[in-house]
């Protein structure tokens, strides 16, 4: 070879590493900046309609708040929504991200990436062949949700079920493990001691142990997954007490703990009182 062509070969080379260690980042960096510009103006209206409608979001402090928003909002932009025989509204894009943002707000991974489409239904809806109506459902063509389910699932009702959460739980195990498209690597690490846990307990279940994840989370071990994340925000004091290891290692794997976040907030609250009381 001769010396000029090793020099265009070694100007190549460390062109394309300029390019990738040291202009790529400065690119995204600057892209996230117009995003967080874009997003300052529309940032109050989120707040609102999250604050109004996610009760998870009162529990989290002013700096996690703000991450919330932000995440949402670029979730949102990430993803194409298909309304499907319902009136679309701002709202439900909205919403929709920001239940994926609650269950991977303590993870560096949050965009779901593989998942382009996010299908909005009116009611449950039938699929394929199964003889029950779906509340919603994940597959390779997209994550779907009926609607009417969705906002009976956001609000704080007794039964503990969620929709939202539960099928974003099954999009995270799946681009963390089926497309490996988005790859969360504390999740990923994490996922083989949360199963050390999880798989005798979902064993015992199969076998007619009965716990307050109820019936359909021995349906195979995906579903016993999904509904332990509905169960870990929707009914965290109960799931604690009750299985506490299983919570524990969920604590662990998604990096936040809803019942720790409640009590820190319970802390500000009774230092704000205690001010009061000695001012007057
Ligand atoms: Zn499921």
């Not at 000029?4 to 990738?20: D, F, R, T």
């Not at 459902?137 to 009702?157: A, E, P």
């Not at 995906?222 to 506490?244: I, Q, Y």
């Amino acid at each position: 070879m001769e010396a000029l062509e090793v020099l265009i070969v070694c100007l190549i080379v460390s062109s394309a590493v300029l390019v990738i260690y040291v202009l790529q980042p400065l690119v995204e960096k600057f892209l996230l900046a117009r995003k967080r510009k874009a997003f300052g103006a529309q940032e109050d209206f989120y707040r609102e309609l999250i604050a109004k409608h996610i009760p998870y979001f009162h529990r989290l402090d002013e700096e996690q708040q703000a991450k919330f928003l932000f995440r949402t909002f670029l979730f949102q932009k990430a993803k194409k929504f298909h309304y499907v025989g319902v009136r679309q509204s701002p709202e439900m894009p909205i919403l929709i991200s920001a239940v994926a943002t609650q269950l991977t707000l303590g993870l560096e991974k949050f965009s779901l990436n593989y998942f382009r489409d996010i299908f909005v239904l009116e009611h449950d809806y039938h699929y394929g062949y199964y003889s029950l109506p779906f509340m919603g459902h994940v597959d390779s063509s997209g994550i779907y949700f009926s609607w009417n389910d969705f906002m009976q699932g956001i609000k704080n009702n007794p039964d503990s079920s969620n929709v939202g959460l539960h099928e974003m739980a099954h999009a995270l195990a799946y681009v963390n493990f089926v497309t490996k498209t988005d790859e969360d690597k504390h999740f990923k690490k994490e996922f083989k001691n949360f199963s050390k846990v999880a798989r005798p307990i979902y064993q015992e279940m199969q076998k007619g142990r009965k716990t307050l994840l109820g019936e359909y989370a021995c349906t195979n071990y995906h579903e016993f997954w999904a509904v332990s994340v509905e169960m870990f925000f929707e009914n965290s004091v109960r799931f604690k007490h009750e299985l506490p290891q299983l919570y524990a290692a969920m604590a662990n794997l998604l990096n936040q703990d809803p019942i720790e976040q409640i009590k820190y907030k319970r802390n500000i609250i009774y230092r704000q009182i205690r001010t009061t009381h000695v001012v007057h």
